[in-house]
């Protein structure tokens, strides 16, 4: 049996019966359209997961947390510093496993020039801390560690902050111009990249200014604050970033009950060398960490791999529920195609026997049937990807600054291959049953 007259013959089966065709191949255009459409919802939320994962600074990152200490070490909790300079010190010296230890203060400050003003998270920071977190320089440079050496009041600054102090030309770039910091001068040195998420990008194509956004989170009775958990790139392009050690000078003068300067810090971070070891690295980590909170366990580690094992896991599962529900109208669409088939035969049992009689094998009578139930799965398929890349379309216009949906080329296959094998298999038990017809009794049908 020919595979192409075996075609050419399923193609005219269908072409003789176009609506029941069509309504045998409904199943599985529902099932494809369906399971195309939740592959493309899915990838298009792990998309937006993991570009905000890899904007706070990737896996590698890992944030050195207060926590109670144990109940066995309350009564000595006095002992320990907390977080302090004293442990990047200790860190940059013999956590090797460690490639990068960033310190960082931070605290909500009036940021103003001339007769506008900011209210803003100022930060104290080191030069690791745009390594970190992945900041890169649009203009001018970045904090050195001359800076940190000579305590200068210098800034680097995200790139909305401009066109918030002057808002009068929203273009300019000012670098060399001093802003003040809770009524301090420092002197801007560099300007950050602007951020935008995939979301925020839509908004803007699709022509949704800020103003329409403020109006509409108005209606909802969303604050500006409550505003911000829209764009996770927030605060990169609302950066106010100025030398640790100048930070300590102009905002932390107070001392500690013994007379020490106060060098706590309100976050450590630090990066690992090798992902490969990382349980090595957090306990090389925690052993540094005993030795200058002296023996009191009040830290503990906020590590992204467990956000990264949790997003994996919540796209697995939507995936998977997704995928049983989509298999459902494939298998009713192959039940579809079943019964059409069955019901083919039956008004072509003389036909099978005539050709039968003259040389026909059983083999090409069950390759014929399989292969006209394979044609239904085919155009049934081509079809189903057609409406799902619709449906996708109508998601993206009616939710344009969620997450899009994204139509991946493995996404296209296993959907179309999901369809063939489905008409494939669903045309083996019409097949055996056509080849087994006995030709005197089919001959002698009708």
Avoid at 65 to 72: C, D, L, R, T, V
């Amino acid at each position: 049996m020919n595979f192409w007259f075996g075609l050419i013959i399923g193609l005219k089966e269908i072409g003789a019966h176009k609506f029941r065709s069509f309504l045998t191949m409904l199943g599985i255009i529902l099932g494809v359209a369906s399971l195309l459409s939740m592959f493309a919802l899915t990838e298009g939320v792990a998309r937006g997961m993991r570009e905000m994962l890899a904007a706070s600074g990737g896996v590698q990152r890992v944030e050195v947390n207060n926590k109670e200490p144990s109940e066995e070490k309350q009564d000595l909790a006095f002992l320990s510093p907390g977080r302090t300079m004293d442990d990047v010190a200790a860190l940059e010296k013999g956590a090797s496993l460690v490639d990068l230890v960033v310190p960082e203060m931070n605290q909500g400050m009036p940021i103003s020039r001339d007769n506008k003003t900011l209210r803003l998270k100022a930060i104290g920071t080191s030069p690791g801390y745009f390594e970190l977190g992945i900041l890169e320089l649009e203009e001018g440079r970045l904090l050195a560690q001359n800076d940190i050496d000579q305590v200068n009041r210098v800034v680097v600054i995200g790139s909305d902050i401009p066109g918030e102090l002057w808002p009068e030309n929203p273009s300019y770039r000012p670098i060399g111009e001093s802003i003040r910091i809770m009524g301090v001068p420092y002197r801007i040195v560099g300007i950050l990249k602007h951020y935008e998420s995939n979301a925020a990008k839509r908004k803007r194509e699709a022509g949704v200014s800020d103003a329409q956004l403020k109006r509409r989170m108005a209606r909802m009775g969303k604050t500006k604050k409550k505003m911000r958990q829209y764009d996770q790139f927030w605060e990169k392009n609302h950066c106010i970033a100025v030398p640790y050690s100048t930070y300590f000078n102009d905002f932390r003068t107070a001392s500690n009950a013994d007379g020490s300067p106060n060098r706590k810090l309100d976050r450590l971070s630090f990066r690992v060398a090798d992902i490969a070891l990382f349980d090595e690295t957090l306990t090389q980590v925690r052993s540094i960490l005993d030795r200058t909170h002296r023996g009191i366990d009040d830290f503990g580690f906020d590590t992204r791999e467990e956000w990264f094992d949790n997003i994996e896991s919540s796209i697995r599962a939507t995936r998977t529920s997704g995928s049983l529900i989509a298999g459902i109208s494939l298998l009713v669409g192959g039940i579809g195609i079943t019964n059409i088939m069955l019901a083919s035969i039956t008004e072509r049992i003389r036909e099978i026997g005539v050709r039968r009689a003259i040389g026909a094998r059983r083999h090409d009578i069950f390759v014929q049937i399989v292969v006209e139930s394979g044609v239904i799965g085919v155009i049934g398929g081509i079809l189903g990807l057609l409406a799902a890349t619709g449906v996708v379309q109508v998601l993206v216009l009616l939710s344009p600054v969620e997450n899009a949906p994204i139509i991946t080329f493995s996404a296209v296959m296993i959907s179309f291959g999901f369809a063939v094998g489905i008409g494939v298999i669903s045309g083996l038990y019409p097949a055996w049953k056509a080849s087994t017809l006995d030709p005197i009794e089919a001959l002698r049908y009708g």
